[in-house]
């Protein structure tokens, strides 16, 4: 029963809406035979010129704003994927840097080369100490072990590539101690120096003499050092020879 | 003024809206000056009529045919008919009287419409309902706009394209009513 009434009603509205939609379709036509009474009736009248040029200047603002739309849509679709393809590339690259050797080795050195420079200045500046009389504690390079008198350590630094160590008197006379690793080509400034050639520990060394100053370039298996300073040649070759690791 | 529409006609033809204007801008504003008989306020109806047109585009799928032009003679006849009262002081439909659409028609409705052979009759009916009624049941039940859609193109409210469809089915009703009773004196 309410099955039937159910289906009864749905009967009812759609052929209510297609009586409807006829009474729709009929006035559409009826509304077109009226109009062309109308326009028979109006043929002589003149439409003004200025909706004409109303509509060319409206139908031209909708246009751009069409244009408009559209360039925003199409450069948002464009920066999505350039983003893409940047974000592509970079993977890619980094991918390649890290799988081939060669690359990784050159990537990871030019960093660590970045953090060297970095520490090194960072070092001179925070650890470099003034009228310091004994080694530091952390000191792991070779040192002179003779010190003339009157000669106190002044400063010092360290790096991966070199250690210094310089020492001074009252009368601000500088001992200066440099080791660094055997590697490369050391050019010496020999113009009106007299240069003698000296064996220290077994070892050929340079002994360079300007004026006052007394220069000392000598190298054991793996380091190659030098002192300078304004003693007698003799006291500058006993501290050369007393130079050791420390431990 | 020929040589000028011509060659304007080309430039704007290129897009849709353009089309329809230059197929229809004369009749548009024929209608309109027939019930306004003013120039200017005809010439304002067309424009008002193509910044409606402009944002509702994708409810005309053809442009050269009786449904598209009926559509927009239809809009803007009503256009014109409530700036017309308006503009004389009529009141044609008050807000206060809005009523629920009763989409329940009664059985008289439904024999009649199986006693429908001829498509005379539906002309016959149409003829007996006031023309905006038959206008906005076109808008809803031909041209499936929805309430907001018409109140947009008609510039009126919900409310008010809802009492005219409310009103719109009561007097077809009446109608039907009406002829049923005529039908039964004479047997």
Not at chain 1, 88 to 94: N, T, Y
Not at chain 2, 10 to 27: A, N, P, Q, S, V
Not at chain 2, 50 to 75: A, H, P
């Amino acid at each position: 029963m309410n099955k039937g009434s159910r289906e009864d009603k749905e009967h009812r509205d759609k052929l209510i809406e297609t009586l409807l939609y006829s009474i729709g379709f009929d006035n559409a036509e009826v509304v077109c035979e009226e109009n062309d009474l109308l326009l028979e009736k109006y043929k002589d009248i003149e439409v003004p010129e200025s909706l004409t040029q109303w509509f060319e200047q409206y139908n031209e603002k909708l246009e751009l704003r069409r244009k408009r739309k559209e360039f925003v849509k199409r450069s948002g679709r464009f920066a999505k994927k350039a983003a893409v393809i940047f974000m592509a590339i970079i993977i890619g690259l980094g991918v390649v840097t890290m799988s081939v050797d060669a690359l990784r080795i050159r990537f990871l050195n030019m960093i660590i080369e970045v953090n060297e420079r970095f520490s090194s200045v960072e070092f001179e500046e925070r650890e470099s100490v003034e009228n310091t009389e004994d080694l530091p504690k952390d000191w792991k390079d070779y040192y002179p072990t003779v010190i003339p008198d009157g000669y106190t350590l002044n400063t010092w630094s360290t790096s991966s590539k070199s250690a210094r160590l310089v020492y001074s008197n009252e009368l601000s006379e500088e001992l200066v101690f440099i080791q660094g690793p055997l590697t490369g080509e050391v050019h010496l400034n020999t113009e009106d120096a007299v240069v003698f050639e000296i064996e220290i520990n077994g070892f050929e060394a340079l002994m360079i003499e300007e004026g006052n100053r007394i220069i000392i370039y000598w190298r054991n298996d793996s380091y190659a050092f030098s002192l300078k300073g304004y003693l007698d040649k003799e006291i500058m070759i006993k501290i050369v020879k007393s130079v050791v690791k420390n431990n | 003024m020929l040589a000028f529409l011509m060659v304007v006609e080309d430039e704007i033809k290129r897009c849709k809206l353009g089309e329809i204007y230059i197929h229809y801008y004369k009749e548009l504003f024929i209608t309109a000056y027939s019930i306004l008989k003013d120039y200017q306020e005809a010439e304002d109806m067309v424009q008002n009529v193509v910044i409606k047109l402009s944002n509702n585009l994708d409810k005309i799928s053809e442009i050269k045919c009786k449904k598209t032009r009926s559509y927009l003679v239809i809009i803007i006849r009503n256009l014109c008919y409530d700036a017309y009262n308006h503009k004389k002081g009529i009141i044609y439909l008050s807000e206060n009287e809005i009523e629920k659409i009763p989409v329940n028609m009664g059985i008289g409705m439904e024999e009649y419409i199986l006693g429908i052979e001829k498509s005379e009759k539906i002309a016959k009916l149409l003829s007996e309902i006031h023309q905006p009624y038959a206008d906005i049941l076109t808008l809803r039940f031909f041209y499936q706009l929805s309430i907001n859609e018409i109140s947009e193109l008609l510039d009126i409210t919900c409310d008010n394209v809802s009492v005219r469809i409310h009103r719109a089915l009561n007097t077809l009703e009446n109608v039907i009513r009406k002829e049923g009773e005529t039908v039964e004196q004479r047997v």
